[in-house]
């Protein structure tokens, strides 16, 4: 029987992940699928509680086609989902025949103060690597000027 989280039902198999993940609170995230266009906020998100139903002919006889977890990541071509058991699975998207959302648990992209954060902290770590590196290959530290 599923537990009621700020009025939005959560399976069991969710309680877990949504409570490692510091309990956010799921009614502040939901979806929002009409009115003005830029007022819309839905799609996957990073974190989200997903349910994820693979092509039978992909599967090894006799294993479940449902992945149930928190979306990780999203590529072009795969999924990452951290299942309710705790193990990581890349997906690919070639053999997702249904992906169903249980919850958001982050705003959207746009509204996401912390992922935008995040994302630039990491632009400017992986640009002192790649400075890093360069300087180590090359030996000399003028990669960095025009002329």
Same mark, same amino acid.
């Given at each position: ?17 949504? @409570? ?5 609170? %799921? ?33 090894? @006889? ?9 979306? %990780? ?10 299942? $309710?058991?705790?193990?990581?699975? &890349? ?9 169903? %959302? ?6 959207? &992209? ?8 995040? $994302? ?10 790649? $400075? ?16």
């Amino acid at each position: 029987m599923a537990k009621k989280k700020n009025s939005i039902d959560l399976p069991e198999w969710a309680h877990t992940l949504w @409570e490692e993940m510091g309990s956010p609170d %799921l009614e502040s995230n939901v979806g929002i699928h009409n009115g003005n266009l830029l007022e819309r906020r839905h799609g996957l998100r990073r974190d989200d509680l997903i349910e994820i139903l693979m092509d039978a002919r992909a599967l090894a @006889e006799g294993n479940d086609g449902w992945i149930k977890g928190r979306l %990780l990541s999203s590529g072009k071509s795969s999924l990452e989902v951290l299942s $309710e058991d705790g193990k990581s699975h &890349y997906i690919s998207r070639d053999v997702i025949v249904q992906v169903v %959302l249980v919850a958001h648990t982050r705003p959207p &992209y746009i509204d996401d103060s912390e992922l935008l954060a995040f $994302e630039r902290d990491d632009m400017k770590r992986r640009s002192s690597l790649h $400075e890093k590196v360069e300087k180590q290959k090359s030996g000399n530290d003028d990669a960095h000027l025009w002329g």
